[in-house]
Structures are given as C-alpha cells and as structure tokens.
Nanobody
Framework: QVQLQESDPGLVKPSETLSLTCTVSGGHITTAAYYWSWIRQAPGKDLEWMGAITYAGDTYYSPSLKSRTSISRDLSDNHITLDLSSVTPADTAVYYC????????????????WGQGTQVTVGS
C-alpha cells in the first residue's frame, strides 16, 4: 500500500524558509496519483490547500501563497518537497502531504493518500 510520511522540522524561526519532504512509499510518484499536494491546518482554522505538483512536474499554487511557495519532486528518492519562504507565526500549522486525482481540494476524503501530518511551529 502507498504511504506518505512528512518530515519533522519542528520549530522554524521567523523569516526563515520552511522545508518539508514527503516520502512516498509503496508506490511511485509518477503512477500512484495524478496530483501531489500540500495542505495545512492552522489552529482554529480550516484545511488550507497550498499547492500541488502533477506526476509530470507541473505546479499549481494557492494565490495567497504563490509568492512564497515552491513545490518540487525528486523521482529518484520518491519525494515531494515543499519550500515556504519568509515564514511568520501565522504559518504555524499541521502540514500534510496528499495524493489524489483532483486539484485544490480541502477535504481529506477527496484524496486517495494522506500523510499523518507534521506539526510546524514558527517562533524564536
């Protein structure tokens, strides 16, 4: 079975770049799903779709985060990566990687694969 595991950076300092890696196991990025997405949930807020990359490498981003977000894939290591620059405490959230057939979905049930999530806290 396909499993997704996010890295665990823990605490990130304000103004730095948050870098997360999603390791896909049990299947390959190019065949297991069409879109590979990053979604986050800040305390007291709804799930927020951040962006996605297709199996072929095309990227799509939420307009509100586009200027700070970069998603890439590493086919050799079966990784989906997220880089979020210039972080502030407002970026504190649980970050999830997910795979599925549709773009920009904000319900977990609409994804085929969903990681366990990683808590990221932005603070000094």
């Amino acid at each position: 079975q396909v499993q997704l595991q996010e890295s665990d950076p823990g605490l990130v300092k304000p103004s730095e770049t948050l870098s997360l890696t999603c390791t896909v196991s049990g299947g390959h990025i190019t065949t297991a799903a069409y879109y590979w997405s990053w979604i986050r949930q800040a305390p007291g807020k709804d799930l927020e779709w951040m962006g996605a990359i297709t199996y072929a490498g095309d990227t799509y981003y939420s307009p509100s985060l586009k200027s700070r977000t970069s998603i890439s894939r590493d086919l050799s290591d079966n990784h989906i990566t997220l880089d979020l620059s210039s972080v502030t405490p407002a970026d504190t959230a649980v970050y999830y990687c997910a795979g599925g057939p549709r773009l920009a979905r904000t319900s977990r049930s609409e994804y085929t694969y969903w990681g366990q999530g990683t808590q990221v806290t932005v603070g000094s």
